[in-house]
């Protein structure tokens, strides 16, 4: 399905005024784009603002295309009539700006590169109205690297343009979940991101390895008051080496790094390198309810480091895929996402799930507030 062309005059009425915050506004104030509108980011979007509980707790603003969202809220009202949406003449719309060829070349379903060209096109204007104070934070919809691509957007994905874009040299990938089993809240840190997996032992330094853990201490510290954590460090290798029998980059920088990490931070309690295998163990427990509620904090680190993607995602992804939120450290604002992609194949039909967006809204807006607390404090 296409959408219609419905152009970028429709729902002017629908955007509300840019102001700037204010100290009578309490409530954190939050862009909310769109991501790539050949998937299932309109949808969510609208799902998740439809819940009263998520509106009342900041106010968010929709960085995108009204036509989009209307043409996204007509089509699934016809289709699902007792789906629960938000009604897009109710939200605050910042409108982007976009030829109106773009709209009739993008095919629900199937990134191309007019989806990629509009969700970077939202990306980037979310990042300059933030940049201007007009937000405290971003909320990320997914978007399709292959579309970017096609668009001549070359990045690895939105943190990376998010830290371009904001001067920001050092950057990380926590991922952030609650249980909702237990209300335990596991905290992923990955050390490498997106490259490829032959690169990641090379790629790991003591250098890199102290900018991430500087990153997620100040975040543990600024953003969830927690002002000394207890951090558990992943080893590379399987059973973190074996003493040198199955790798050595252990006994060869890792714990020696660890060791003089330990000695810098007297306020920060690091464990590790743990064998990746068992890592997860204890974190499944709290998550699915192994582990009594009284016995959570004392045996259960604050964060994991995880040492590359696939290491600290998979668990992640295997407890939390519906939860989990995707937030970048290191950024002059708040940013977070849901940890889920496009969904190309269920575009359209109704059926996506909102909570990780849900979840993702939320946590920006307690981070916006805790960083408000604490200026003013």
Known sequence: MRWQVLGNKMGQSLIQGENKLTAKDLRPRLAVTLGDPAGIGPEVVLKALADPEITQACEITVIGNAALLQATYSQLRQQMPDVVLADPAQLSIHEVLLEDSI????????????????????????????????FQGIVTSPIAKSAWKAAGHHYPGQTELLAQQSGSQKFGMLFVARSPYTG??????????????????????????????????????????????????????????????LGTEEQDWLIPWLAQESDRRPQVQLEGPIPPDTLWVKPGQAWFGGLTETSLSPNLPDAYLALYHDQGLIPVKLMAFDQAINTSIGLPFIRTSPDHGTAFDIAGQGIAKAASMKAAIQLAAQLAQQRQDGYES
């Not at 090379?202 to 954590?229: R, Y």
């Open 103 to 134: 709209f009739g070349q993008i095919q629900l379903g199937t990134g191309n590169a007019a989806s990629g060209a509009a969700s970077f096109a939202y990306l980037e204007t979310a990042i300059a109205l933030t940049l201007k104070h007009q």
């Open 184 to 245: 335990w809240m596991l905290r992923t840190l990955l050390a490498t991101t997106h490259i490829p997996l032959r690169q990641v032992a090379d790629t790991l330094t003591p250098a890199l390895m102290t900018a991430k853990l500087d990153l997620l201490v100040e975040c543990l510290q600024q953003d969830f008051g927690i002002k000394t954590p207890r951090i558990a460090i992943a080893g590379l290798n399987p059973h973190s080496g074996e003493q040198g029998q």
